[in-house]
């Protein structure tokens, strides 16, 4: 799996922007209109890329009708390369509303309507077609679908994993802008008003103890644990490969400190790629 290459095809307006997007998003190394001479250059170094390679290739090469019973033929019946091929189609009226909507001409089109770009595309994709390793036919998916069966089909690679980062900070210090949700811990009883815990932070056993046993905390862990559950297969089936959750408190140093820590430990054994950063802990 790790050389693996895949080459997305097909018909104009049926989804290969949005197939290369997705591959990009479980961690392939992706290159939109490659030049089919240029494939064999390519095939022979990406080992120097390390990492899985999705490749859209079509009609806008002006050698690619002509050339590809050769050359990429060749490397389809060449197992050692571990080129696979998508195609992707979509019906003629799909395609035609897809086009109008868009306001874009069919690249096979000249002179004529994209009517007939559609149909010249189709008769010169046909024998390509018969030899594709996977069709899809995108008449009936929205673009979140056509994303959801493609990481159904694809991935695998652990580049792939989603990455979910959690930021311990301060609302004094202002909300981190990178944050896709932010939750607000200040409701849970402030170890800054215990003497002993003032200069203290959470990563301090006494302060962590502090906020963990209080009963509003574990109140508040037994409603995100399934929350946590819920959202994050959610917007991993949307393709979102990176999430980054927010936890603040007043100054970032005690309760959201622990309460990030407390997440990172229950999130741990996901099958996802987990970071934590507690950005205020420092600050005065």
Not at 145 to 168: A, C, K, N, T, W
Request: with cysteine.
């Amino acid at each position: 799996m790790a050389s693996q290459t895949i080459i997305i095809t097909g018909l104009s307006g049926a989804g290969k922007s949005t197939a290369l997007k997705t591959f990009e998003d479980m961690g392939y190394y992706c290159i939109d209109n490659l030049p089919l001479l240029l494939l064999s250059d390519l095939l022979q170094k990406k080992d120097h890329i390390q990492k899985q390679l999705a490749i859209v290739m079509d009609g806008r090469d002006p050698s690619f009708f002509s050339s590809w019973p050769t050359i990429l033929g060749n490397f389809l019946q060449d197992n050692s390369f571990d080129l696979k091929t998508l195609f992707l189609e979509a019906s003629d009226s799909v395609l035609l509303r897809r086009f109008t909507q868009l306001r874009r001409p069919h690249f096979m089109a000249g002179s004529g309507s994209i009517r007939q770009g559609i149909e010249t595309e189709k008769k010169q994709v046909a024998s390509l077609r018969e030899k594709a390793d996977r069709i899809i036919d995108t008449s009936l998916l929205k673009q979140q679908d056509l994303r959801r069966r493609l990481f159904e089909l694809y991935r695998g690679s652990p580049d792939s994993l989603m990455q979910v980062h959690l930021i311990s900070f301060g609302f004094k210090n202002g909300v981190p802008e990178e944050a896709d949700m932010v939750w607000d811990v200040r409701f849970l009883p402030n170890p800054y008003y215990v003497a002993d815990l003032k200069e203290l932070n959470g990563l301090d056993e006494e302060v962590a103890l502090f906020v963990k046993e209080n009963e509003t905390t574990q109140k508040f862990f037994g409603l995100v644990k399934p929350l946590l559950s819920f959202l994050l297969p959610e917007f991993d089936w949307e393709g979102k490969a990176n999430l980054t959750i927010g936890i603040g408190c007043t100054g970032g140093k005690h309760r959201s400190v622990v309460i990030a820590r407390e997440l990172y430990q229950i999130l741990s054994d996901r099958n996802i790629s987990l970071t934590l950063t507690h950005r205020d802990i420092d600050r005065e």
